[in-house]
T-cell receptor, first 115, second 110 residues
Framework: EAGVVQSPRYKIIEKKQPVAFWCNPI?????LYWYRQNLGQGPELLIR????????DSQLPKDRFSAERLKGVDSTLKIQPAELGDSAVYLC?????????????FGPGTRLTVL | EDQVTQSPEALRLQEGESSSLNCSYTVSGLRGLFWYRQDPGKGPEFLFT???AGEEKEKERLKATLTKKESFLHITAPKPEDSATYLCAVLNQAGTALIFGKGTTLSVSS
């Protein structure tokens, strides 16, 4: 079974530039999560989708971050414009449903460096 | 405020030297406590879920236990391949998000 796929794995950009991350969850998983993990910290939830609907985006900085999940499958997370403090690993995860947090399967993440 | 604290931050063991990692939490009405393993450059990998005090789960050399205020991850006779960062998380009070600790980085030398 293929795992959660993320691309790119690494991204280096100048501040004020836009950047986008892509995630393909495990087939059949209705729930998709985006997390941000700063160095030496645990992941922090940015947004959670149930199918196409964003059901929890309370931690998403909406002035510069946006996300979408078209057709309830792939998802894209965008930052525009990026700031120095956005440097982190952005993790995507999926699970069968949001009723249980058992076995969230994580992708390898995208490491973003903002110069 | 829902919070998870893990200790120690880092732990160095010799192969075969058993030890325990601690995860203390503050959340009203625990809905679930989760242990993950994270290798460098990879996403977290699910290990265990515990739901109620007194519950225990085992997987190979790992055993997770839960009390009303904390959880322990016991590592018996560790091997170098057990080296990783171990993350603990709880469901927040609303049951809508996982709250992660900072993790314990375990290094096992042969």
């Amino acid at each position: 079974e293929a795992g959660v796929v993320q691309s790119p794995r690494y991204k280096i950009i100048e501040k004020k530039q836009p950047v986008a991350f892509w995630c393909n969850p495990i087939s059949g998983h209705n729930t998709l999560y985006w997390y941000r993990q700063n160095l030496g910290q645990g992941p922090e939830l940015l947004i959670r989708y149930e199918n196409e609907e964003a059901v929890d985006d309370s931690q998403l900085p909406k002035d510069r971050f946006s996300a979408e999940r078209l057709k309830g499958v792939d998802s894209t997370l965008k930052i525009q414009p990026a700031e120095l403090g956005d440097s982190a690993v952005y993790l995507c995860a999926s699970s069968l449903s949001g009723d249980t947090y058992n076995e969230q399967f994580f992708g390898p993440g995208t490491r973003l460096t903002v110069l | 405020e829902d919070q998870v604290t893990q200790s120690p931050e880092a732990l160095r063991l010799q192969e075969g030297e058993s030890s325990s990692l601690n995860c203390s939490y503050t959340v009203s009405g625990l809905r679930g406590l989760f242990w993950y393993r994270q290798d460098p450059g990879k996403g977290p990998e699910f290990l265990f879920t515990l739901y109620s005090a007194g519950e225990e789960k085992e997987k190979e050399r790992l055993k997770a236990t839960l009390t009303k205020k904390e959880s322990f991850l016991h590592i018996t006779a560790p091997k170098p391949e057990d080296s990783a960062t171990y993350l603990c998380a709880v469901l927040n009070q609303a049951g809508t998000a996982l709250i992660f600790g900072k993790g314990t980085t375990l290094s096992v030398s042969s």
